[in-house]
């Protein structure tokens, strides 16, 4: 038998804590198994045909975009999203798991103005989603700048009403769309993380991303979105690529949460 010294157990310990840690994260041994991609009225008209004889298994659709003046980048084109109801009948039809987004453009010049419109943007989104069936993925607010120069407490005022008005409208708990350096807006609050919103995060052309919000209160991420110039059958030009390293039904209407 080979004799081990004791700092060199403790390393050997602790070795084997991180493998099993690891081997623990859901999904995470067949993350690339789960390719996604995201999409709206800026890809055009899909051939979701085509994009079904792929390994895309997910994907998001944007419901819309903005509600108004605020809408500071593509102004002429917020609002609903135009492609949304043929991208989600289209993707369901091939079988692809799809679900909505909505991409925020905050504003309001008091806590009553900021609530207004977070108000205005939920509407805007559920009237275009209208309700979610069972197995859709679940609704998502992207949450990145601008942000109409609000400081971190009224960003979490503007985000928390979004959140609550189509979670109860919806019945189904929002993912939060981000990146490190646009949720540091918020304060870096670990606060939505902790009220069982799954986290997307974008960061592209790394080999692992930046997770904001202390690793997600140490949950980590569920979608990563990696690359914003990925190439899929049937979407003319560029579209965003995305790998989930959970269980699709996690993440969807009707699904069953990882613990």
């Known amino acids: 038998m080979v004799r081990i010294d004791r700092p060199t157990r403790l390393a050997v310990v602790l070795l084997a804590a991180v493998s099993i840690a690891e081997l623990a994260v859901p999904g995470i041994a067949d ?3 789960r390719p996604g991609i995201d999409v709206s009225r800026f890809q055009g008209r899909i051939d979701w045909q085509r994009v079904g004889e792929t390994e895309v298994e997910f994907a998001f659709a944007q419901a819309s975009r903005g509600s108004g003046s605020d809408c500071t980048v593509e102004p ?3 609002g609903p999203d135009e492609y949304y109801d ?3 009948a289209r993707a369901r039809e091939q079988g692809i798991r799809v679900g909505p987004y909505h991409r925020a453009f905050t504003g309001g010049e008091s806590r009553l103005g900021i609530k207004r419109d977070s108000r205005r943007e939920a509407k805007v989104f559920l ?3 209208g309700e979610l069936r069972n197995e859709d993925l679940l609704p998502v607010l992207d949450v990145e700048t601008p942000f109409n120069d609000l400081d971190p407490r009224e960003l979490r005022i503007w985000v928390r009403n979004w959140l609550t008005k189509v979670e109860k409208e919806l019945d189904a708990t ?3 769309y981000t990146n490190h350096s646009s949720w ?3 304060g870096d609050t670990t606060s939505f993380a902790r009220q069982g919103h799954p986290l997307w995060v974008a960061n592209f052309d790394v080999e692992t991303p930046k997770v904001p919000a202390l690793n997600w209160d140490g ?5 990563w979105q990696h690359t914003s110039t990925g190439r899929v059958n049937g979407i003319a030009g560029n579209v965003d690529e995305n790998v989930a ?3 699709l039904d996690s993440i969807s209407v009707g699904g069953a949460r990882d613990p």
């Open 31 to 33: 993350a690339e198994r």
């Open 76 to 78: 002429a084109r917020c």
């Open 86 to 88: 043929r991208n989600y």
């Open 127 to 129: 009237a275009e989603v």
């Open 174 to 176: 929002p993912i939060i």
């Open 184 to 186: 540091g807006a918020t």
């Open 219 to 223: 949950l980590g991420w569920s979608i």
């Open 245 to 247: 390293r959970v269980a």
